[in-house]
């Protein structure tokens, strides 16, 4: 634009629409919005394609109030918002985790019966997540299902999670279910997901089966997974099983971090093993896991749960070790 200016050529809706689309692909949303009012300042005739130009730029840096403002003015220009336009402002809610904007948004797509797009769905769901509204996640899954759309693992691993956030076990493998019937490629965020709905339920078995599964299907495991597949265990106090997983990651050389020895101390301590938990304890240190003070707090607490003073004693000098941190001093101390 700066170059057309110094050469006075003319400068048209069209080469504006062309100069913020531009700054959109570069994440400028500020300067996609300064040359389109410029524009409009000129009085040149705004159109859908300009003004679904400026939404984009705007989503895609997540300037949500920005979006809803954009909208307002289309309607001032006689200018109906169509399905890109809407879908812009969904995207722009989500990338600033504005989620109950973003479901007003869907709400208003729905009641204007404009039809969404997989990306839409894919915003719907996620907000639901969010929300914790797992049975309009399910409703949007099954939607899309009906929709010439092919639900994509998003979708999918969404609704898993809603279903997990919303502590129902049996409709997050249902989903999960609906994923291998659809040949979705499966991955460990799906994966972990459904563990983690099953580890909240205290359903230890299809938990493991779902490992054994993923495992199978040479989908790679990293800490995550197994910390949702150890936390199932750890509910129903397994704690060989949970123990066993830990040592499985480190023959697998799988890299183990302070929440996995901490979910393996959680088991072993509801199974009163303090000796067990003060050695997993010990072990991490070891192996430079800086503990946490959920660790400190377990081990501690299960060899209170055993009258074990000797063992508290004795993992007073490893505390003592750590960072001073206020809140564990008061409780140990």
């Known amino acids: 634009l700066g170059h057309m200016r110094q050469r006075?050529?003319?400068?048209?809706?069209?080469?504006y629409s062309a100069a913020v689309k531009a700054c959109g692909r570069a994440d400028e949303g500020r300067r996609a919005l300064d040359v389109f009012f410029d524009a409009r300042l000129r009085s040149l005739d705004?159109?859908?394609?300009?003004?679904?130009?400026?939404l984009d730029a705007c989503a895609r840096c997540g300037h949500w109030r920005e979006t809803f403002g954009l909208l307002s003015e289309m309607k001032r220009d006689a200018l109906e918002p169509d399905a890109c336009s809407l879908t812009a402002a969904v995207l722009a809610c989500q990338n600033s985790e504005r989620w109950r904007e973003a479901t007003g948004v869907l709400a208003a797509m729905q009641e204007s019966k404009l039809a969404l797009d997989e990306i839409g769905y894919n915003t719907a769901i996620a907000a639901c997540v969010e929300l914790g509204c797992w049975m309009d996640a399910l409703a949007l899954l099954n939607d899309i299902q009906r929709q010439t759309i092919e639900p994509d693992v998003i979708c999918f691993n969404a609704a898993v999670a809603a279903c997990e956030r919303g502590d129902r076990w049996q409709e997050a493998l249902g989903v999960f279910s609906d994923m291998q019937q659809f040949q979705v490629e499966l991955d460990s965020f799906g994966y972990s997901s459904a563990m983690s709905a099953c580890a909240v339920g205290a359903h230890w078995h299809p938990a493991l089966c779902l490992l054994l599964d993923m495992q199978q299907s040479n989908v790679e495991a990293n800490p995550i997974v197994f910390n949702a597949a150890m936390s199932a265990c750890a509910n129903c106090a397994l704690w060989e099983r949970a123990v066993g997983m830990l040592r499985e990651m480190q023959q697998h050389r799988l890299e183990t971090n302070q929440f996995n020895y901490n979910t393996a101390m959680?088991?072993?301590?509801?199974?009163?093993?303090?000796?067990m938990v003060l050695d997993l304890f010990r072990d991490g240190w070891q192996r430079r896991l800086q503990p946490e003070l959920s660790q400190c707090v377990t081990a501690i607490t299960a060899c209170a749960d055993s009258a074990d003073w000797r063992n508290a004693l004795d993992l007073l000098p490893l505390v003592r070790q750590m960072p001073a941190d206020e809140t564990?001093?008061?409780f140990i101390f």
Not at 46 to 54: E, H, K, M, Q, R
Not at 266 to 275: D, E, G, I, L, Y
Request: proline share 0%; glycine share 0%.
């Open 266 to 275: 959680t088991a072993c301590r509801n199974s009163f093993h303090s000796q």
């Open 8 to 15: 006075h050529l003319e400068r048209d809706i069209i080469s």
């Open 328 to 330: 564990w001093q008061r």
């Open 46 to 54: 705004l159109d859908d394609v300009s003004y679904n130009a400026v």
